[in-house]
């Protein structure tokens, strides 16, 4: 009895004593089974007889807040009473209704539920609630009672039949509040999906869910529930497409809604459509087929809307795979043949006037219903196809084959579904022949459009089996090589070289017999006039002429039997250049080894290739350079291209693409190779060995540049290998390299030797041996940055960088000790700018070395980490510095943040931003464009931070507006331009001085800063105006 | 003739109107920034004295002072007329005029100050009467022009109401049996009237027009010759004089001095111009020469020209670049 | 332009762009001043979208580069547009659209008159009378539908339903 004395207590301190808390102290002591529930009903007794309605609902309330926390700990007996008990008090007195509701919610989630109370509880909650008249938070307990109902009693309630769903509809009927309407949605959805018994009541469940359809939402300000328009819409849909018994309802109501003035309406209509498309049949669409098609025709071709259309499209894609679907009765007609026909007789007759607009939207309509699938797609190629071909014999004017030729691509290139299944061929092979001709003579004109177009149509064709003959192919390759030839239109260069590299791929064989030997002709052949009798202008177009021909060698070459008749011609080309031919300028020497490269990074990745690389290419091109570097040694003797800096930086992407790709084996004996030559002199693996000996490759003489620039090449080589593969004498190695970086007098050769330092370190495992390769490194370069005499010292410094860059990407410990060393150089009086230009590399991806394409080690988060650690030593930097010193700071910051990912630059952006408007008043235009670069990105897509700083970066990017510099005019409008998208409230205040002041840039006397002034002036003219 | 002040009236937007009080201490202005500012001369420059609380809608077309000086009426694109009085240090709204269908393009007061003419480009010119208690009554729409009207301008002295219009008119108009009606249309120019000036007298009236042409219209009485005329009979308007091939542009405004009979016109090519009479002009062959031609008065088109009502030869002009200049002519020696 | 109004002219006649102007080294040299030329007016104009199509002017041939006169020095700008059919309802909104994008793109000094091309519409005059009438033309961009066609007009959107 103590335990029920306590219970009496606890419920007179709640009920009378309005002491909430004692809620949960009864709950507790329910759970610890101080007592049950059902003497808690009875400790309640006098207070549920209470004659004041406020008593009674407080004793209920306490009730159902223990429920709330017991419920799983029922017994079925304990629940049968309490649901008795409940379903008798939802007709006390309506104040108490709220905690009724809340108990039985409680009771809906126990897991032992006795057979036949879900259904009691449902009937009592019908008969006896008007839940409309319910406050938003009881509506809400009502809708979920039902949901947890339909989780686990889904048997019981089926048994219901039609009148679930009838007490449903009655209670959901006016619902208007967003989270409750999407509590309804869930449960009208699961009686569609779930398979409930609709029985007389379909159309009353449709009514009362369809009419919120198209929904029209905005979500009040700061919304706290986060429920957007979008959220309402689907849920909405999955309702009203869940079933095909309310197609007869929902079809009108699309065909309706699609013609609103709304343009997200209609968008809802379309989207809708598409989506019921999937579980209807042809029987349950043939009604309203011309209605449907009408909707989506005048869409189509009348709409101004990008999205509108592509939505149309999709609906009518969706709507002829649906039809396409349907099992075709020989009793019945075909569905989807009239659907077509529909189609066909609105659309077709327009393909007749390729002058007039309509052309394009019908050819759109026509193609998007033909990639349904296979059928559809059939048909109306057979009836489109046919047609296009004759118009375009007809048609003799450009701009008109233009247009026709570009339908026909539309039709060429296949969709997903409508791809011929197994034993199917493909659609257009009846037309195989006159599509080829059409193509061909397409090619043949001299109109610009046309040329390109034919060329993707080529393209397409290729691609489909069977649609080119062996004797296509060849007849292709020859207009291909035709217009490598001729064209020098930069669009139709590029369409022919996409044409080529797509066709070589798939007819590798015919492209290396009958294109690369033309080429490679025209390549080599002399010119007709000797040099000196030519004018410049026909110089440079046979230059351009073996550009493209290069160019196209290249794009060709990835099946192995065209890389093994293309790399040796481009290879050709560099040992004539060599050679001293005389045939080849600088210019076409670098190019062709950027399409060396391309060869090495796309030709196919199998071990003929890579052998190919291993026994030929690397070896040539090594040997080639070094004699080009020993010959130009000799006295009198003619240089060599291949000693310019410009042509090695070219070469070394060739070697480090090569050898990057190399497998373990192949990989291992270059490294060895390329290390016993720097290293010892060893040319054995060269193919031409008549090099003097001993060689000194990496020794410094001071004439010796030539040579001494060929670690370029090593560093290729060795730092593009995969981290597993052995680097041999690597302490030598080191050695050697450090002191060429720190002593040669050479920019391009310490450089080379830091990068490939610093490649190697980046590699190497951790550990002691590492550590003593940096600490002596370190020591040396310290020595030589405080030594303010010392000449070497822009030496030491670029090795400093390059490690820090080795070591801050990999997150070694030690990196921090370097990048506080490059710090400490911001106030240097001769490294300064150096150093603040260094931090752009540092936080930036090298093209040749350091990068993931060099299996280097690159830790994804290092420039967060960067900042991170650093920002504060800067900021610190910034503000103790003396005036002069300032920029070096503002700089380095600059190229720091400028290199951040957007998304850490936006959490820094506070603390930055006053930083960056500071950098924007700095006199040095590149401090300036540097920050002006890193502000664009985040004013497109502004954060909170920004807003009370847009006064002041307003004036100070107006005030760049009028800079001399026409890069920093340009720049500041962009930003000014990216401005106008800030939300409206920030930045209205601010329209009428930035339009003012922007008048003056639209007299510049630069017509490109005119043109960013006009867009970023229009725009904000725009800003707090309808029609935005 | 010289430049006094140059002032910024209207920034960001045009300068549409300005218009002296009957003293000349005051000149007001509007634009399309929805303001009326009051400038007054402040030792060597000119100050703001008052800006009106915001009382239109959108663009102020014009404005004009009651003959007291002590009203100010605008008009405005929001089809609104507004009567503004001083009250203690400020300008306050006493009454909207409201009953057009849209823009009101000008307001005129007529010389007794107890008759107000709007009109607006919906085609009608509408005269209001004030009583004692300073209410405002409408007593006559007339619809005589078929395109909106752009001016409207009382005879100096007499209850005589000119219109100027789209549809390329002048138009005079009467009161007639408690009604107002159009006793006379001057048709002569070939494009959009603009603006209209009565000479002091009243006995001639100087019209402008997108025609880029400015015409002097005399009051002629048929039976002039035999003496005094028939009362009934209406003195007719002929086009005396037409000055063409001087402005390369729309002539927006003509400003007719009240004291030296000086013309002065306002144009879209940026020019002010001042035009002199003939000695031997006579009173069929009025003769005007261009005395004065400053062709970068303003940076954008003028809008409007107005003598000071005092102090001969002081000019005031407007344009669309939002700026006021004032400007001093002495006469050539 | 919504849902079921017919159009004055469904299936106008399209013709082919211009294309980007190349720029050209000139253009890069700090030190050389540009003057505004033709080609820089039309290209100011020429991807204004129709009123009622998804399409530009340009596709359209409503302007072309040969009905734009500039003279920077003297400050003057002439186009002349064509409606697509004699009776296009919608020529005073493309004139006006034409007007509004020169004023908000050249600098305040130039005097910009544009026309509807001789013979090409029936009420040529009236239509050229209204944009040339500054007070019309700036009462009617206080008018927020007609600001709101305008503005969607001019908006930096490229049409969508055209050939690429």
Not at chain 1, 114 to 124: C, E, Q, T, Y
Not at chain 1, 223 to 232: N, S, V
Not at chain 1, 954 to 975: D, E, F, N
Not at chain 2, 200 to 222: F, N, Y
Request: hydrophobic letters at 40%; charged letters at 20%.
């Amino acid at each position: 009895m103590a335990a029920n004395s306590v219970l009496l207590g606890l419920v007179e301190e709640f009920v009378s004593g309005q002491q909430d808390s004692k809620a949960s102290e009864t709950a507790t002591g329910v759970k610890t089974g101080q007592f049950t529930v059902l003497e808690l009903v009875e400790a309640l007794g006098l207070s549920l007889t209470s004659s004041q309605a406020q008593t009674r609902g407080r004793g209920v309330q306490l009730l159902s807040l223990v429920l709330q926390e017991c419920y799983a700990s029922l017994s079925e007996r304990e629940v049968e009473v309490l649901v008795a008990f409940y379903e008798n008090r939802l007709k006390d007195h309506y104040a108490i209704t709220p905690y009724v509701l809340q108990g039985i919610k409680a009771l809906t989630k126990c897991p032992k539920l006795p057979p036949g109370l879900s259904v009691s509880i449902l009937k009592s909650l019908f008969q006896d609630v008007h839940v409309q008249s319910l406050m938003l938070k009881e509506r809400s307990c009502v809708y979920t009672i039902l949901l947890n109902l339909m989780e686990s009693q889904e048997e019981e309630l089926k048994g219901l039949g039609a009148d679930f769903v009838f007490g449903f509809v009655q209670a959901m009927d006016g619902e208007r509040d967003p989270r409750n309407l999407l509590l309804a949605f869930q449960i009208a959805g699961n009686i569609v999906h779930r398979g409930y018994e609709l029985g007389k009541f379909t159309e009353e469940l449709f009514e009362v869910t369809s009419c919120y359809f198209p929904i029209d939402f905005t979500p009040p300000p700061s919304d706290p529930h986060g429920i957007t328009q979008e959220d309402l819409i689907l849920s909405l849909r999955t309702v009203l497409t869940g079933t095909p018994r309310f197609a007869e309802y929902l079809l009108p109501l699309i065909i309706e809604k699609v013609d609103s003035d709304v343009q997200s309406a209609k968008l809802d209509s379309l989207q809708t459509l598409t989506a019921c498309t999937t579980l209807y049949t042809h029987k349950d669409l043939a009604e309203f087929l011309t209605g449907l098609w009408t909707s989506l025709r005048r869409e189509v071709f009348q709409t101004a809307s990008e999205k509108v259309e592509a939505a149309s499209l999709s609906a009518l894609t969706a709507l002829t795979a649906c039809l396409s679907r349907s099992v075709r009765h020989s009793d019945s007609e075909d569905g989807l043949e009239v659907f077509l026909d529909l189609v066909l007789r609105d659309c077709q007759h327009h393909l007749c006037e390729p002058d007039l607009k309509l052309v394009w939207p019908s050819a759109k309509l026509l193609q998007a219903a033909a990639g349904a699938s296979y059928r559809a797609s059939r048909k109306i190629a057979a009836s489109v196809v046919p047609l296009l071909l004759e118009q375009y014999s007809t048609r003799t004017q450009c701009a008109q084959r233009r247009t026709l030729l570009e339908v026909v691509q539309g039709f060429v290139q296949p969709a997903q579904n409508s791809l011929p299944g197994d034993g199917e061929e493909s659609i257009l092979s009846g037309f195989q022949q006159p599509l080829c001709s059409l193509v061909f003579s397409a090619l043949s004109e001299s109109n610009t459009g046309l040329r390109v177009i034919a060329s993707r149509v080529l393209t397409a064709l290729g691609q489909q089996p069977g649609l080119l003959l062996p004797s296509d192919v060849e007849l292709a390759a020859d207009h291909l090589t035709r217009l490598v030839l001729e064209e020098d239109e930069p669009q139709i260069c590029s369409a022919v070289m996409d044409c080529s590299c797509a066709l070589a791929r798939l007819y590798p064989d015919a492209f290396a017999s009958k294109m690369i030997p033309k080429l490679k002709g025209e390549i080599f052949s002399e010119p007709m006039v000797q040099d000196d009798g030519s004018t410049p202008a026909q110089t440079q177009s046979r230059q351009a002429v073996r550009q493209r021909c290069v160019a196209a060698l290249a794009v060709m070459s990835s099946k192995p039997s065209v890389v093994q008749e293309s790399a040796p011609i481009l290879l050709e080309v560099l040992s004539s250049a060599h050679a001293g031919s005389g045939l080849f300028s600088l210019e076409e020497v670098v190019s062709t080894c950027h399409s060396l490269q391309r060869v090495a990074a796309q030709a196919q990745d199998t071990e003929e290739t890579g052998r190919f690389f291993h026994d030929i290419i690397i070896p040539r091109l090594l040997g080639l350079a070094l004699q080009a570097a020993l010959q130009g040694e000799r006295e009198g003797a003619q240089q060599s291209p291949l000693t310019e800096e410009a042509v090695l930086s070219a070469l070394v992407p060739v070697m480090s693409t090569a050898c990057s790709r190399l497998q373990s084996q192949m990989a291992a004996l270059t490294a060895s190779r390329a290390v016993s030559l720097f290293l010892d002199g060893d040319v054995s693996f060269l193919p031409e060995n008549d090099f003097p000996s001993p060689l000194q490759l990496l020794k410094k003489q001071s004439e010796a540049w030539r040579r001494s620039q060929l670690v370029c090449l090593l560093m290729a080589c060795v730092c593009s290998m995969p981290r597993s593969v052995e680097i041999p004498q690597i302490d030598r190695l080191f050695e050697e390299l450090e002191e060429l970086s720190c002593t040669s007098p050479h920019p391009f050769s310490y450089t080379a030797a830091a990068k490939c330092f610093a490649g190697l370190v980046n590699k190497r495992p951790g550990g002691d041996q590492l550590d003593s390769v940096l600490e002596r490194m370190m020591k040396r370069i310290s020595s030589e940055l405080d030594c303010a005499s010392s000449s070497f010292r822009v030496q030491a410094f670029t090795l400093l960088l390059w490690v820090a860059k080795a070591l801050l990407i990999r997150y070694h410990p030690l990196s921090t000790a370097l990048t506080d060393k490059l710090f400490s150089l911001l106030p240097d009086p001769e490294l300064a700018d150096a150093a603040a230009e260094g931090f752009s590399l540092l936080l930036s991806d090298p093209a040749d070395v350091l990068n993931r394409e060099c299996h280097a080690d690159v830790r994804i988060m290092y420039r967060q980490r960067f900042f991170t650690e650093n920002s504060a030593k800067l900021f610190q930097g910034f503000y103790s510095a003396d005036k002069g010193r300032k920029p070096g700071y503002l700089k380095a910051l600059s190229h720091i943040v400028n290199h951040l990912p957007r998304q850490v630059q936006l959490t820094e952006l506070p603390a930055l931003l006053p930083l960056l408007l500071e950098a924007l008043s700095s006199p040095d235009r590149r401090v300036q464009l540097s920050t002006l670069s890193c502000l664009h990105p985040v004013l497109m897509d502004p954060p909170p931070a920004l807003t009370p700083q847009v006064d002041g970066l307003v004036s100070h990017l107006l005030k760049l507006t009028t800079s001399p510099g026409m890069a920093v005019r340009i720049a500041s409008l962009r930003c000014l331009h990216a401005l106008s998208r800030l939300p409206e409230h920030m930045i209205l205040p601010f329209r009428a001085r930035v339009i003012r002041a922007l008048a003056k840039a639209l007299d510049d006397r630069k017509r490109l800063v005119r043109k960013e002034a006009v867009e970023a002036r229009g725009e904000w003219f725009l800003v707090g105006c309808p029609g935005r | 003739m010289n430049i006094l002040h140059k002032f910024s009236a209207h920034p960001d937007t045009r300068c549409w109107y300005v218009a002296w009080n009957p003293t000349g201490t005051l000149l007001a202005s509007c634009g399309g920034d929805r303001a009326i500012r009051i400038w007054a001369r402040e030792g060597d420059s000119w100050e703001c004295r008052f800006v009106l609380p915001e009382g239109h809608q959108r663009t102020i077309r014009k404005v004009a002072w009651s003959p007291c000086g002590n009203y100010l009426a605008s008009a405005s694109f929001d089809a609104t007329t507004c009567i503004w009085g001083k009250k203690g240090d400020d300008f306050e709204c006493l009454t909207v005029l409201e009953g057009h269908e849209n823009e009101v393009k000008c307001v005129s007061w007529a010389p007794s100050g107890s008759l107000l003419a709007t009109c607006s480009r919906d085609k009608s010119v509408w005269v209001w009467e004030v009583d004692e208690e300073d209410e405002y009554e409408c007593v006559s729409v007339v619809n005589a022009h078929t395109q909106d009207v752009k001016h409207v301008v009382w005879h100096p002295t007499k209850e005589l109401l000119a219109s100027a219009s789209y549809d390329n008119t002048v138009r005079l108009y009467k009161e007639e049996d408690d009604d107002w009606v159009c006793k006379a249309t001057l048709e002569g120019h070939t494009a959009t009237v603009w603006s209209l000036a009565f000479d002091s007298s009243g006995q001639r009236l100087a019209s402008c027009s997108d025609d880029r042409t400015v015409k002097i219209w005399k009051e002629c009485h048929p039976e002039d010759e035999q003496g005094e005329g028939r009362a009934s009979t209406d003195p007719e308007w002929k086009c005396v004089c037409t000055l063409s091939g001087f402005h390369s542009r729309t002539v927006y405004d003509v400003a007719w001095c009240q004291q030296t009979g000086l013309l002065a016109t306002a144009c879209a090519d940026d020019g002010v111009r001042v035009f002199k009479e003939d000695s031997n002009s006579d009173c069929h062959q009025t003769i005007f020469s261009l005395s004065v031609h400053i062709p970068k008065a303003h940076n954008q088109d003028v809008n409007c020209v107005a003598w000071h009502p005092k102090e001969a030869g002081l000019l005031a002009s407007c344009s669309d670049d939002g700026e006021i200049a004032i400007w001093s002519y002495q006469s050539e020696t | 332009m919504s849902g079921g109004t017919q159009l004055d002219n469904e299936n106008p006649q399209i013709f082919q762009r211009s294309g980007e102007r190349l720029w050209t080294a000139e253009d890069e040299d700090e030190d050389i001043a540009d003057p505004i030329d033709d080609r820089e007016i039309f290209d100011l104009i020429r991807s204004i979208n129709d009123p009622e199509h998804p399409l530009s002017l340009e596709d359209l041939n409503v302007v072309e580069q040969m009905r734009v006169h500039v003279s920077d020095p003297e400050s003057t700008v002439t186009v002349e547009f064509t409606p697509t059919i004699p009776h296009c309802s919608m020529a005073t909104l493309i004139g006006l659209s034409i007007k509004v994008k020169l004023l908000r793109s050249l600098p305040s000094r130039f005097k910009i008159d544009v026309h509807i091309t001789p013979g090409t519409h029936a009420s040529e005059d009236a239509v050229n009378k209204q944009l040339a009438d500054k007070e019309r033309v700036a009462a009617a961009l206080e008018n927020a539908q007609l600001l709101e066609v305008v503005n969607q007009c001019l908006a930096s959107k490229l049409p969508a339903n055209l050939m690429p």
